[in-house]
């Protein structure tokens, strides 16, 4: 990781070099803000909870702060040691150059300490004015510490009327033009260079959860808005241009939320694993539609996976209130207040409303316009068929076709015969999912990389697609990893488990078998993860994990579980493939209706790199010799070779195991099992880096 910086000065911004880190989530930035205030002072759990639930506060508040910090942890990466924990709170452990609020405080004690008279004076005062770029923490303001931003202002202000007359004495006001620009916006009033900040910024009066600020002049308040006055809002995100592929489900979702039908449903649900397009199609949907519900479209995102805490129903319905033209100071404190106000201005309106990543149906239903007249599109990574009257639609990965198209939409651009083949490479390696296919147009766009060929076969060179694949702002690991770090302790643990088992195919009875639980628990559990979409259904009892989900969440489990325990997940897994004799049987390793050779090939390549990361070299050989019979029906000779060649390898780390293959082939010598130059000499000619196959992704057909 590089250098990381956390400025508060103005809204939140946390950068690791020239690149900024996502803070998703009001919540999660409000604790941001709290700690970044103070650096290098502890503040308590509760006050983080107080800063971010001004209203009535969970009962997993605890928790949820936790996860808030744990998921910071995770985006600084290497440098988790920047934030220490104390005994009942957190501190951020910040270098002055890391914090411009300890920057700032430096510079504000040097240059007041001066007259500002020389040029190296004037030049320090300046520097700490231009680290301003508006209020503190502007837009994730955290409670409680009202005090602290006043302070800092004052500061400010103090140091800036000082700095205008030094400049004015020397003659150069000319130079302060972007910093009396800021200046204005900070203290709520125009700055001049000849009399800076002429009165104290307007101090704030706190009013139920409100900061109403105090004015001077009139006493008359400003009349306030009618409720609902705003009659056409247009709140709806850009639809991209760029858009491509997807036209099924677009023309499906019209249909449905236009009355086209003889028994309409105006409440629809697109569902999907993360990064598979949900929010575009939706977006897409809305902006086509804004003709049909002239009341207006308005969007809210719930945060459900985005960040580490959720959007409050509360919250939700105070965002759409707004959306609404209703004033801050009109709107009701509490939650059922704010859902009586929503009904009340909704009720027989045609409105269209987006509602983006949630996480659970009672997340969603209470925010549904009550008009039969109006529509609701939700977006989530669960299936939400708890919804009554709702249609769902399930938005899976696409095919390679749609991929294709996907790509020339991206990059503008109609591919020729040579350019398909290498965009279909490229697809294959970004397991058609539309969000990795975006970061790479992005990264062939900017002319990182001059085309789908050089990008492939930095990909295939690569030991990871993620790191390839990143672009400022947006990480492809970071939006996959949400997908199961907000799952519960028990079942993250569980999943991070599933990962480490090698056949790309998960049945109830193999997870039972690893995992060490009761089938019975194993079924439910596996159907709680498809629910998610975690895992994919390929038929009863069978299921896949998404390649790049399945590397994410193997990078995790190597970080999060123990040497010792992915040891003993990993060989219990190859016991249980040797008890079921491969793929026969009724515990078989893949309970496909036909044997599948590219299943067993795939197993037993990630076995053989599971078994030299973790040191179970003599137990993937007894795993090997149980198949021995099954790999001549599924393998054809050059796959076969490479099986031998993974046994030889294991061999050769553990010398005191013979290495035998049956009696078919006692007597031949070591180096007459060596691959031949013909058959390619190599595995990786056989499987993908990654592990994400050498057949496209079957989810995608």
């Not at 909870?49 to 936790?66: C, F, G, N």
């Not at 609701?376 to 009257?389: E, F, H, M, V, W």
């Not at 795939?602 to 099954?630: M, N």
Request: net charge negative; charged share 25%.
């Amino acid at each position: 990781m590089g250098f990381i910086r956390f400025d508060v000065l103005g809204s939140l911004q946390v950068r690791c070099d020239d690149t900024l880190i996502q803070l998703t989530g009001r919540k999660y930035r409000t604790v941001v803000s709290h700690l970044a205030l103070q650096p290098e002072y502890s503040v308590a759990i509760e006050d983080l909870i107080r800063a971010a639930w001004t209203d009535k506060r969970p009962s997993s508040a605890h928790h949820q702060v936790r996860k808030m910090v744990s998921a910071l942890r995770i985006s600084l990466d290497q440098d988790w040691d920047l934030i220490a924990t104390s005994q009942d709170g957190y501190m951020l452990k910040l270098s002055p150059k890391q914090s411009d609020v300890s920057e700032f405080c430096r510079l504000y004690d040097q240059a007041m300490s001066s007259s500002l008279t020389s040029d190296e004076d004037l030049s320090t005062a300046y520097s700490a004015l231009a680290l301003w770029r508006g209020r503190p923490c502007e837009g994730s303001e955290p409670h409680g510490q009202e005090r602290r931003i006043s302070e800092l202002v004052e500061q400010h202000r103090v140091l800036l009327n000082k700095t205008v007359q030094g400049f004015s004495n020397k003659g150069r006001s000319d130079e302060l033009a972007s910093i009396l620009h800021v200046a204005s916006k900070i203290h709520g009033q125009p700055v001049s260079a000849r009399s800076g900040v002429t009165v104290p910024a307007p101090a704030a009066r706190q009013v139920g959860n409100t900061h109403v600020r105090e004015t001077s002049g009139s006493s008359k308040p400003p009349a306030p808005a009618r409720p609902g006055s705003q009659f056409n809002p247009r709140c709806l995100p850009r639809d991209l241009q760029d858009f491509g592929g997807r036209e099924r489900e677009i023309n499906e979702l019209q249909k449905l939320l236009t009355k086209e039908r003889s028994h309409p449903r105006l409440v629809a649900t697109i569902h999907g694993m993360g990064g598979v397009g949900k929010t575009a199609v939706a977006i897409r949907v809305a902006h086509r539609l804004a003709d049909h519900y002239p009341d207006g479209q308005l969007f809210v995102s719930l945060d459900g996976f985005s960040s580490a805490c959720t959007a409050s129903v509360s919250n939700a319905l105070g965002v759409l209130l707004r959306q609404k033209g209703i004033p801050d100071e009109d709107i009701s404190p509490s939650e059922v207040g704010r859902l009586a106000q929503w009904r009340t201005i909704t009720a027989g309106q045609k409105l269209l409303v987006v509602l983006d990543d949630v996480r659970n149906i009672g997340q969603v239903e209470p925010l549904i316009p009550p008009s039969n007249d109006s529509a609701c599109i939700i977006t989530s990574r669960i299936i939400l068929n708890g919804i009554d009257g709702a249609h769902h639609i399930s938005l899976e990965v696409p095919d390679e076709d749609e991929c294709l198209e996907m790509l020339s939409c991206m990059i503008d651009k109609r591919f020729d015969s040579e350019e398909t083949r290498d965009a279909r490479a490229l697809i294959q390696q970004c397991a058609n999912l539309p969000l990795a296919l975006r970061l790479a147009a992005a990264r062939i766009s900017t002319r990182d990389f001059l085309d789908f060929r050089e990008l492939s076969d930095q990909l295939s060179s690569s030991d990871s697609i993620f790191s390839e694949l990143e672009v400022p702002g947006r990480s492809l690991v970071g939006r996959l990893m949400t997908s199961f770090t907000c799952l519960e302790d028990f079942d993250h643990n569980r999943y991070l488990r599933l990962s480490l088992l090698p056949c790309p195919e998960i049945d109830e009875t193999s997870v039972a078998a690893t995992l060490g639980v009761s089938t019975d628990w194993a079924r439910r559990a596996c159907r709680r993860f498809a629910d998610r979409a975690l895992l994919q259904r390929t038929r009863c009892g069978t299921y896949r994990m998404h390649p790049l989900l399945l590397h994410a969440a193997r990078l995790e489990a190597e970080k999060t579980i123990t040497f010792d325990e992915q040891r003993r997940v990993v060989r219990a897994a190859f016991l249980h493939y040797k008890a079921s004799n491969g793929l026969v049987g009724a515990s078989r390793i893949s309970p496909s209706p036909i044997l599948d050779g590219h299943v067993l090939l795939r197993t037993l390549t990630q076995s053989a790199k599971l078994a030299t990361r973790l040191g179970l070299q003599k137990e993937f050989i007894d795993l090997c010799a149980a198949w021995e019979e099954l790999l001549p029906l599924l393998l054809d000779t050059r796959q076969q070779e490479v099986v031998w060649q993974l046994v030889l390898a294991a061999s050769q780390q553990h010398p005191d195991r013979p290495t035998y293959w049956g009696a078919d082939h006692e007597g031949r010598s070591r180096q007459e099992w060596e691959m031949p130059p013909e058959a390619g000499g190599h595995m990786d000619d056989v499987t993908q880096p990654c592990d994400l196959g050498s057949q496209p992704y079957p989810g995608a057909n």
